[in-house]
C-alpha cells in the first residue's frame, strides 16, 4: 500500500494551528464591550491595547520570518504557541485597565506572531510548490473557520462564563492542542521534495534572485506594502469595532457576537476562490475583487444602518477579509522565488499589522469623539478607492516568463 503523502499532515497542522491562534485572536471583538463596561474604560482605551498587540507582533514578524528562513517552523511556531497560552491565561486575570497593555498587547502579541499565517503560509508553500494557491488558502481557511466555531461559541456562553473565563478557556485549547501538535507533526520538506527548478521544467530561466535590500526596496515591494497596510487598517477596525457597532444600533449581544463569527464563513469562500484564482491567473483578480467589494460594502452601510444591512455589510466585509491572505506567498514567490521568502512575507506581515493597530485604535478614537462610527467608513471607504488605484499600478511578473497579471494581495 502506498504511503500517504506527508504533506497533507503538515496541511491539517497550518489549518489546526490557524484554527486557534485565529479563532483566539479574534475573541477580543467580542469581548470589547463587557471589558468596557466593568473595567470602567473606554472604548479608545481598550483599542490602544490592540493598536499595541498589532504593532509589537508587526515588529516581531521579520524576527520570526528569519527564525523560519534560518533555525526551525517547528522551532519557532512551539514557542509561539507556548507564549499565546501564557499570554490567553494571563488575560483571564485581568483585574485593571492597566494589566491589558503588558499581557495582550506585549505577551499575547508575541506568541500570537509565531504562530500566524506568515509563518504557516511558508511551511505550508514549501510542501505544495506546484499548489500554492490552493494549499495556502486551505491552510488559512483554518483562520476562518476558527473564527467562526470559537467566536460563536463564545458568544452563546459569554453571558454565562464571563470574559475572563473565556480567555482561561482558549489558553487551556491553545496550550493542550498546540504545542505537542508543533512539536510532534511540523518538520522540514524531505531533500528530494520536488524544487522550483524541476517545477518549471521547459520554462524559459528565472531571472537572477535579487539580494534581500533590492527585493525590499524595489517599486513592486514597496507598492504591496502600501496595499498592505491599507487592508490592515481596513481589516482591524472592522474586527474590532463590527460587533460593539451593531450592538450600539440595536442588534441583540447573541446576534452580534455570531456576526463576527459568519464573517469567519463568508472568509472561508473568499480565501477557497481566491486559491483557485490564484493557481489559475495569479494573484491580480483576486485583489481587485477584494477592494471592489469593499468600496461597496462601506457605501451601502453610511446610509443604512439596519438590522439587515449590518449583516449584509457583515458578511459582504467578512468575504474580503481573509480573501488575499494566501496570496502573499503567492505573488512573492512569484516574482523573488523561494529565497528569503520568509523574511520577505513576515516584513509585509509587519506592515498589515502596524496598520492594523491604527486602524483599531482610529475606530476607538472616533467613535468617542463623535459618537459613532460613520466618519471612520467614510475613511474606509476612502482608503479603499485608493488601495484599488494602488492595485492597478502593480504588475504580478510571474517567474515563468508569461505577460504580467495585475496586483499584488492585500
Not at 485583489?287 to 444602518?305: D, E, K
Not at 457583515?314 to 503567492?330: E, R, S
Not at 506592515?351 to 467614510?378: C, E, M
Amino acid at each position: 500500500m502506498k504511503r500517504p503523502d506527508y504533506s497533507w499532515a503538515i496541511l491539517a497542522a497550518g489549518f489546526t494551528v490557524l484554527f486557534f491562534s485565529g479563532g483566539s485572536r479574534f475573541a477580543f471583538g467580542l469581548m470589547l464591550r463587557p471589558m468596557s463596561e466593568e473595567l470602567d474604560v473606554s472604548r479608545s482605551t481598550l483599542s490602544l491595547a490592540v493598536a499595541m498587540f498589532m504593532v509589537v507582533s508587526a515588529l516581531a514578524m521579520p524576527f520570526v520570518g528569519r527564525l523560519v528562513d534560518r533555525w526551525s517552523l517547528r522551532g519557532t511556531i512551539a514557542v509561539a504557541a507556548l507564549t499565546g497560552a501564557a499570554g490567553l491565561a494571563l488575560m483571564g486575570q485581568v483585574q485593571a485597565p492597566w494589566q491589558v497593555f503588558p499581557v495582550y498587547g506585549i505577551i499575547y502579541a508575541l506568541g500570537n506572531s509565531g504562530a500566524s499565517i506568515a509563518p504557516v503560509v511558508v511551511m505550508v508553500s514549501q510542501w505544495f510548490v506546484n499548489r500554492r494557491g490552493v494549499a495556502t488558502s486551505i491552510a488559512v481557511s483554518g483562520n476562518a473557520i476558527g473564527q467562526l466555531v470559537i467566536v460563536a461559541a463564545l458568544a452563546s456562553a459569554l453571558t454565562a462564563i464571563g470574559w475572563q473565563n473565556s480567555y482561561t478557556i482558549l489558553a487551556a485549547a491553545n496550550a493542550v492542542i498546540l504545542l505537542p501538535l508543533a512539536l510532534l507533526v511540523i518538520r522540514k520538506p524531505p531533500s528530494d521534495s520536488p524544487s522550483e527548478t524541476a517545477i518549471q521544467g521547459t520554462r524559459e530561466p528565472a531571472a537572477p534572485p535579487l539580494t534581500l535590500r533590492q527585493a525590499l526596496t524595489s517599486r513592486q515591494y514597496l507598492l504591496l506594502v502600501a496595499i498592505y497596510a491599507v487592508c490592515g487598517f481596513q481589516d482591524f477596525f472592522v474586527v474590532t469595532h463590527i460587533v460593539a457597532f451593531a450592538q450600539d444600533q440595536g442588534v441583540g449581544s447573541v446576534l452580534a457576537g455570531n456576526l463576527l463569527a459568519w464573517m469567519g464563513v463568508m472568509g472561508l469562500l473568499g480565501i477557497l476562490i481566491a486559491g483557485v484564482m490564484a493557481d489559475a491567473f495569479g494573484a491580480a483578480r483576486p485583489t481587485a475583487i477584494c477592494f471592489l467589494l469593499r468600496i461597496a460594502a462601506f457605501a451601502l452601510i453610511l446610509p443604512w444602518q439596519s438590522t439587515p444591512m449590518i449583516l449584509v455589510f457583515g458578511l459582504l466585509y467578512g468575504f474580503t477579509f481573509l480573501i488575499t491572505a494566501p496570496l502573499t506567498v503567492v505573488f512573492l514567490g512569484n516574482i523573488y522565488g523561494p529565497t528569503r521568502l520568509g523574511t520577505l512575507t513576515g516584513t509585509v506581515s509587519m506592515v498589515h499589522q502596524i496598520a492594523g493597530g491604527l486602524g483599531a485604535l482610529a475606530g476607538g478614537w472616533i467613535y468617542d469623539l463623535t459618537g459613532n462610527y460613520n466618519p471612520a467608513f467614510i475613511l474606509m471607504l476612502a482608503l479603499s478607492l485608493i488601495a484599488t488605484a494602488l492595485t492597478l499600478t502593480i504588475r504580478e511578473r510571474l517567474r515563468s516568463g508569461t505577460t504580467p497579471l495585475g496586483a499584488a494581495a492585500c
